[in-house]
């Protein structure tokens, strides 16, 4: 990594409610910046997957694409309750398995039979997918839409050029006929198809395709080109991890290696093209739901512990939470998704940059100084860069002490910042803390310090 612009003079601006620390911008090459899009989907910070379909009612996790549609028969469904839970969550916006590897459309679609056409759901005449979008919308929250490229059931699947029609026509029925869809989400199962055919997707004949229906939608993959996959199942984003990446290490959903891994993971500071990555992970052991997995819900807690590893690693979080066979979600996870918002509303409760703080300038140039009216017992730092104008910090740390005669102590330290960084430290008691930026890619531009007293 080069350092090209380091220890920049912060200045403050002191507001009524919060103190923000400003460099004066280098005159250095221009970085890459979000689009209005990526920076709408990267500020929602939470999203909600739910995983729901054939699966559902055989207990399975990936279907044969041989279940019979008529096992679809969720009796109390209400896409309503799924969005108030989110919204009661935090969350921002929702997304939905339109289509998984099985094959089983959620819609009405007229590419197949295999769909809720088939099965008793609202007697033939429902569509899932419009309840859905419309639930979302109804509660103020983003539709998203996730439709598998593996297709277990489609008897075109592996005759390359046949099935890749089929998939843009599936395509096209969902994002013409729901109105603005917020995420189309895509990734790299690629399943042999009949006698062991090979299918090659069309990925930028797709990708062109939601770019013309959908102009103001983010996509995401492993490959992007919009949001890149964080890398893992688990939830927790790098550390280092940059928004942008080399857009020739990873070009296709579904290839891997060294070297992909590492660019899912950490981005690259020197890539050339805006891709913030996306954690996601379930609030249960399996995508769907199963029966047996009711006492291995994520604690309250570990959400928590989540929220800080995502989010709080210039990443956003996608929880999914999969309806039950009855077509609600089951009350425990909606009680930890109330539960988790409720402690992180208890963790950012107590910002003392607020009100009780007063700033100076430091005497050196290269960092601030924030002088308290009382002692404090900090916990939680929370940074933001404004990444519209890109993402520049490389190493910053943070310092505290009880009295201007006391030495400086460390109280915690990072790399990268973007959106946003959430460091947690044990319990610091200081007059002062001292912030310092040690190194920058250009810039940096705006960043925002909040401090939080330990609850």
Known sequence: MTETVSRRAFLMSVGAVCVTARTRPAAAAARPVPSPSQLEWQRDELALFLHFGVNTFTDREWGDGKESPSIFAPAKLDARQWARAAKAGGFRAMILTAKHHDGFCLWPTRTTDHSVKSSPFRSGGGDLVREFVDASRAEGLKPGLYLSPWDRNARVYGDSPRYNDFYCEQLTELLTNYGPIHEVWFDGANGEGPNGKKQEYDWPRVWGLV?????????????????????????????????????????????????????????????????????????????????????????????????????????????????????????????????????????????????????????????????FDREVTLGIADLREEIAAGQCVARYSIEGRRAETDAWQPICRGTTIGHRKLDRFPAATVRQARFVVEETLAGPHDVTVRLYETP
Do not use: C
């Open 211 to 371: 770019r013309k229906l959908q102009p103001d939608a983010v996509m995401f993959s492993d490959a992007g080109p919009d949001v890149r996959w964080i890398g893992n199942e688990r939830g927790i984003a790098g550390d280092p991890n940059w928004s942008t990446v080399d857009p020739d290490v990873v070009r296709v959903p579904g290839v891997g290696g060294d070297a992909v891994t590492k660019m899912l993971q950490h981005g690259d500071p020197n890539g050339t093209t805006w891709r913030p990555g996306e954690s996601d992970v379930s609030i249960r052991p399996g995508w769907f739901y199963h029966p047996a997995d009711e006492a291995k819900v994520r604690s309250i807690d570990n959400l928590v512990d989540l929220y800080f590893s995502s989010v709080g690693r210039n990443s956003k979080l996608l929880l999914n939470v999969p309806p039950a066979p009855d077509g609600l979600l089951h009350d425990t996870d909606v009680s930890r998704l109330a539960g988790m918002r409720g402690a992180l509303d208890r963790l950012f409760a107590s910002d003392v940059m607020r009100g009780s703080a007063r700033t100076r300038l430091s005497d050196t140039p290269d960092r601030f100084t924030i002088v």
